[in-house]
């Protein structure tokens, strides 16, 4: 089984920036879609942004588009969330996802994940 471990998450004010990284175990982490999904008290866990294989194609949600950045570095097995202009409204737990299948037909949605970090707690003060 794969671990994934998150780190990075903190108290920051609006405005400002926090990177999260998402360390994974195995020796098959560049074969995976890597995904963040995040979950704010009382609202369904939602997609944040997804990253191919070997880091080619990338996708965010509306919310994250123009101020987050998913990145990875496969020699490393390790993937990135780098958060710029935070919101209070990004206030969140933060989740790391792995797709075994490493398709790229389906990266949105919590189903197609396999493996999943234990999460790391964001908060935007206003």
């Known amino acids: 089984q794969v671990q994934l471990v998150e780190s990075g998450g903190g108290l920051v004010q609006a405005g400002g920036s926090l990177r999260l990284s998402c360390a994974a175990s195995?020796?098959?982490?560049?074969?995976?879609?890597m995904g963040w999904f995040r979950q704010a008290p009382g609202k369904e866990r939602e997609f944040v942004a997804g990253i191919s294989r070997t880091g080619g194609r990338t996708y965010y949600a509306d919310s994250a588009k123009g101020r987050f950045t998913i990145s990875r570095d496969n020699a490393k097995n390790t993937v990135y969330l780098q958060m710029n202009s935070l919101k209070p409204e990004d206030t969140a737990v933060y989740y790391c996802?792995?797709?075994?299948?490493?398709?790229?037909?389906?990266?949105?949605?919590?189903?197609?994940?396999?493996?999943w970090g234990q999460g790391t707690q964001v908060t935007v003060s206003s």
């Open positions: 996802a792995a797709d075994r299948s490493g398709s790229w037909v389906v990266v949105t949605t919590s189903p197609q994940y396999d493996y």
């Open positions: 195995g020796r098959t982490f560049s074969s995976y879609v």
